[in-house]
């Protein structure tokens, strides 16, 4: 076996006097080769390359960055697949917010290489990747939905940025109407994410969370979908379908929704903070006519919402250099790092402290404005399901997608949902 560094190599052969010279003498760490898998929505790719490029200047190592599908859904079963046949493909592994309790058991412990870095990031996160004592991820940015919408359409047709999903609806209508009337036959009033994956799940969440519905699950593991604001949520986004959105939303991932909006054919949209930066790009046709707000209340005794999402790093258990992999973990989830993400392709930080940077602020003013509804974006229900989410957001994403469709009607569909998931339950245990 080749030896990689000299303190390895001489604390095990020659005891514990030559040790303490080794160590003594500067580490000379051979050069290694790790991969780390990112995303590749927007300027997902761009950005975790050149942050990944940094680490290898600063360390003499080199890393393949692999580029992963946009889906979550289909980037998980990837994951699932290269990690049961515990191949070492990849070191270091972009993962959702909503996957420690899944993948945990195949990945490391971080905290031995983390230092006090977990203390400057949101204390939800850290104990959102803390399973079982062992920190299996590092928060890489936090994600919550909000509402995009055109300033110039919203202030030339007299309406207010919606505080309800009935205003929402009532505005994107007659602008749609008065546009197309005068030409703009492509407009539509409101784009979202609606194919049937992980990104619904959010979606329909927030819809049900914003009429006081419930999130599916509660904190001890009851589910609660079946309930009548729940339905009226799902009755209110199925009324959109053919009529302020486009039948193909029911289609729509994240990067579709943006392309319609971002070429200036939807009034409103629903997506993540990436969104904005590509909005405001010097190619946009929607630069400087973009506003950002908290997603509407479902009525006036609903709330503002927006589903907790975000990506985290974490190392494979099957890796041949987790000390390395960690290493640079810890780099790109650093705070230098952090910052340039966050006013490069405004990603928000998961460090608190950046909240309060003005450079940060002055490239995403709707960080500052929306704080409150980043720190208590509301949790789709991964902890409580653990290994078992996949299977209750599967479920919970087809039952949206088939009232969105028109296939299915939300009291029957939602009731045979709570059904299957109280199997799901039974099965998990929890
Ligand atoms: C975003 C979120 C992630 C979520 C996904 C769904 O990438 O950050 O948490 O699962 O969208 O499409």
Redesign the pocket.
């Known amino acids: 076996m080749k030896a990689r560094t000299l303190p390895a190599l001489g604390g095990f052969a020659l005891g514990s006097l030559a040790l303490t010279l080794v160590l003594a003498a500067p580490a000379v760490a051979e050069p290694v080769e790790i991969s780390i898998s990112c ?1 590749a ?1 927007g300027v997902e790719l761009k950005l975790c390359t050149e942050g990944v490029r940094a680490w290898e200047k600063k360390t003499g190592n080199k890393v393949e960055v692999v580029s992963t599908p946009n ?3 289909e980037r998980l079963a990837l994951y699932q697949q290269v990690l049961s046949s515990k191949a070492d493909d990849i070191d270091v592994l972009q993962v ?3 996957w420690p309790g899944i993948l945990a058991s195949h990945l490391i412990d971080l905290k031995p290489y983390m230092g006090d870095d977990p203390k400057g990031h949101f204390p939800a996160l850290i104990e959102n990747d803390t399973i079982d004592g062992k920190l299996v991820a590092m928060p890489w ?1 936090t ?1 919550a939905g909000v509402l995009y919408y055109r300033t110039d359409l919203l202030k030339k047709h007299g309406f207010e940025p919606p505080a309800t999903w009935a205003e929402m609806a009532k505005a994107a209508r007659a602008i749609q109407k008065a546009e197309r009337a005068a030409g703009q036959d492509g407009l539509w009033g409101y784009v979202f ?1 609606g194919r049937a ?3 619904l ?2 979606n329909a969440l927030e819809w049900v969370d914003a009429f006081g519905g419930g999130a599916i699950v509660d904190g001890e593991g009851e589910i609660t979908i079946d309930n009548p604001r729940a339905r009226q949520a799902m009755a209110a986004a199925a009324s959109w379908i053919d009529d302020i959105s486009p039948k193909g939303v029911l289609n729509y ?2 990067e579709a929704a943006r392309g319609v909006f971002q070429s200036g054919n939807a009034v409103f949209m629903r997506n ?1 903070p990436y969104a904005w930066s590509l909005s405001q790009s010097v190619d946009s046709p929607v630069k400087g006519k973009v506003g950002v707000v908290a997603l509407p209340k479902g009525g006036a005794d609903g709330k503002t919402t927006g ?5 985290h790093l974490a190392v494979s258990r099957y890796s041949k250099h987790p000390k390395e992999a960690a290493d640079l973990v810890k780099f790109l989830t650093g705070e230098s790092e952090q910052k340039r993400r966050a006013i490069e392709g405004s990603y928000n930080p998961t460090i608190v402290a950046l909240y309060k940077d003005a450079d940060v602020l002055k490239a995403n003013p709707f960080f500052g404005e929306l704080f409150d509804t980043f720190e208590n974006a509301v949790a ?1 229900p991964a902890a409580v399901a653990g290994p078992f989410y996949n299977r209750v957001s599967s479920a919970f994403w087809t039952a949206a997608h088939e009232i969105l469709a028109g296939q299915a009607k939300p009291g029957p569909r939602l009731q045979a949902l709570e059904g299957e998931l109280k199997q799901i339950k039974r099965r998990g245990r929890w």
């Open positions: 995303g929505l889906s979550s859904t959702d917010v909503v940015w994600d994410q994956y992980e990104g799940t959010c991932d994240e993540w589903a907790l999402g975000g990506w789709r």
